[in-house]
């Protein structure tokens, strides 16, 4: 499932595609996806001006002139597709990889500019859903949401007061997305390697220098995720071609058995709520440890 950075990716593609285009015709070629689509779903767009693209947690949320709000989730397998012309995808930034198979292309965008978007999704795990900006923030999907990782309401202060009223462990508080919005597997993995913080530690453990290396590294990660065009592991790619390469910067994602690029001490996994979770387990001793977060680099190896 695509993570914060990869659904910012999309929706900044997205966003030079649709932003300020009118929605002059809407196919819809099912009834639902994961839930129903909304009643009148397509006369309800069609006519409408998309005026801004924003992003919420893993969730894309598209204005309309009318004070409409289109909320779009990729759940494991949407993807977009962007056709201008004879031109396909060049104009969104990412999507699944993997040849498009048009029997699932469950919603058309037909825009006033000419361009042409399709949501494929293959699984039909994601969802699209209408609602008023009045009542975004009781919207069933988003009322429940956590701070968002790359804004000023994550600080260490937020983070010592959740951690301390819970007896999980860090990685779980991490992941809990009614803390924190958009933070997935990955760069939970990555941020808690990055402040020497061992997954399994109990989140009340958690001391305040602790929980203001672990804040600088959450948003570290993101930031610079994003601007590697998130990461491509078995799904994702550019919409030209190439791939999103923060994979290769990975200190412990997805690296079980190979050496360690601070100790040389083989990656361990482990499973924790069902999810794959790496780490070193000598630069993340189970015990607190006096921080030396110089010695973790910057990039990866």
Not at 143 to 158: C, S, T
Request: aromatic share 6%; with cysteine.
């Amino acid at each position: 499932m695509p993570e914060l950075p990869e659904v910012e990716t999309v929706m900044r593609g997205l966003a030079s595609a649709l932003q300020g285009q009118k929605l002059v015709r809407v196919e819809q070629r099912r009834a639902n996806l994961r839930r129903p689509f909304p009643p009148d779903f397509r006369q309800r767009l069609e006519g409408r001006r998309i005026e801004a693209l924003s992003r919420r947690g893993k969730y894309i949320l598209a204005d309309l002139d009318d004070s409409q709000v289109l909320i779009i989730h990729l759940g494991m397998t949407g993807r977009f597709q962007v056709e201008s012309g004879e031109q396909t995808n060049g104009m969104a930034d990412f999507y699944y990889d993997g040849p498009r198979d048009i029997r699932h292309d469950h919603v058309v965008f037909h825009l006033s500019s000419g361009v042409v978007v399709t949501y494929n999704d293959a699984r039909r795990f994601g969802f699209i859903d209408v609602t008023g900006r009045s009542d975004l923030d009781t919207h069933p999907a988003l009322a429940k949401l956590g701070v968002e990782p790359l804004g000023n309401r994550l600080d260490a202060p937020f983070l010592l007061d959740a951690a301390g009223r819970r007896a999980a462990p860090l990685k779980a508080l991490l992941m809990d997305q009614g803390v924190i919005a958009g933070l997935g597997n990955i760069y939970a993995s990555e941020a808690l390697f990055r402040a020497r913080l061992h997954p399994e530690r109990a989140a009340s453990s958690l001391k305040a220098p602790e929980a203001l290396l672990l804040v600088r590294e959450i948003k570290a990660v993101l930031h610079e995720a994003i601007a590697a065009g998130g990461s491509t592991l078995r799904d994702f790619t550019h919409a030209n071609g190439a791939s999103g390469d923060f994979q290769e910067r990975f200190f412990v994602y997805d690296r079980e058995g190979q050496p360690c690029a601070v100790c040389r001490t083989p990656i361990l996994r482990l499973v924790q709520g069902g999810r794959s979770t790496f780490f070193c387990s000598r630069c993340q001793p189970r015990r607190p440890a006096r921080l030396r977060s110089h010695l973790i680099p910057r990039s990866s190896p």
